[in-house]
């Protein structure tokens, strides 16, 4: 199920190893997920539309975000959570930005010509997450899976807003998405993410540098400055949307064990043996 | 050069906060109607008039942006899309003929002729079933039309144009939203629900309506009217080759 582009990272330690803590024992709560109840009543008054962002989603499943600028080391915790939570019987489903087949074509070519301006940049990016939300995102999470998203929402809301359009409208575009259950914000300065990205692939990608944006012609000048107005603006994501910070800067290792840690919390009341099927083969290696 | 009385631009929403306030001398005009109401041909007579009186015209449709025309195509091909997809492909498209197209022209002095407008997305969405005040939002980006002229028709009169025409096609009869098997039963069905919609639109949006029903030249003759009445009022002269927006730019 897994999709291809991830970073690649093996870890050699296993799931038992320092990093590790204990899963929460996967007690089967006869009610299933326990959601208070929404609060947003079918409105049909004129106004701008209740985004789901706000109220927790009714689902089995669990919906976990990593979030943070470019070279902040988000995908690598992640794939260490992949791994520990595989390990430990989870049924896990992956899904990462702008992965979807359905604009593939356009962004690349809207990539390569330039074609693309704020607006057109922000609504492809809203077709990716929304094909995905139709095929990657509800379908396992309405199956009692764990899903994990590398780049959510706030990305396009950080983002787009950095590249010029309007907040409300870009939130507005995503009222359609769910809330996560947790969102891990991987907060890193950003010399630091520079140093990380110039030494794995020598050269700065032209939109991840925000060239498109034209606040600089060199590359490594505009990404500093682009990136600082994202940085400033997932500051002002986090209060606003709940997420998580994490210190991205910490070592490898230190950051998993918070991140498990955080996840272990909204594992609390996961129904393990459901999620796996009724006479399911629950894979857990204990 | 400045002296044209011109109504000052409006954005529908939000608007493009990036885009600095340019002075939009051009004129922006909707034809809107369902599909195979003639629309196209309308368009191929209009500009050939309009050049003639002197106005530069730039014309745009719905899903002819060089950035997704092909996806839109190829999505539809595959049959994967959702009313959010739909939707927000149409948004995309739109959005990149908004600033490609439709400002620069506007704001070189142009008469763009748009063919379909935002009122399209809102009336197929609600069909559709998608929430309206999201596709309303969405399209917070697009810049309110200076005249939408309606091509107004009911849906017995539209039938045997179609079937004329190119012939009923799997998205126009709506059979992605299981009205029915049949495809003349769901175009039937789908095409009434969007002239209802439509009219609703009419009404709130102050659309101009034409009757679609006359012949081509009858028909033509009214839009010219139209047109015409709306170009003398905001160029505060009877006479339109003598209005100051699209002669000047016409003669660089």
Redesign the interface.
Known sequence: MREKNRPAIETAGSPGGAAALELPAAVPSPNGHVTPPSAAPKSAA????KSLLETPHPYRGRLICVEGIDGSGKSTQLLLLERWLRAHGYPVHFTEWNSSR??R??MQ??KKKN??????FS??H??DF??R???QILPPLKAGMIVLADRYVYTAFARDVA????P??VR??Y??ALRPDLTLYFRVPIDISLERLLSGRAKLKYHEAGMDVGLSTDPVESFRMFQSRVLEIYDQLTTEFGMRPIDATAEIPDQQRVVRSMVQEILRDYDLKRANGKNGVTSQPR | MASHRSRAKTWY??????IAKKRLPGHLIAIEGTDGVGRSAQIELLRPWLELEGYAVSNTGWTRS???S??IN??KAGH???V??FS??Y??DF??R???EILPALQAGFIVIADRYMYTAFARNSVMGA????TR??F??ALVPDLVLYLDIDVESLIPRVIMGKGMDYWESGMHLALGTDLFDSFERYQSRLLDEYRRLSSEFGFISVDARLPIEELQAELRKHLAEYLSGASGKPRPDSGDNGASTHKE
């Open positions: 004129r106004t701008a539309p359905l604009v074509h356009s070519r809207g074609l693309l301006t704020p607006t057109t609504l492809l809203a077709v929304a094909d939300l139709t095929y590249r010029g359009v309007h409300e409208w507005a575009v009222s359609p | 929403g939000h608007g493009l906060p990036h060089p950035l997704l092909e996806t190829e999505a994967q899309l959702t959010t997809t927000l492909l948004a995309a959005a990149d908004l600033e490609h929430d309206p005040d999201w939002e969405v917070g980006m």
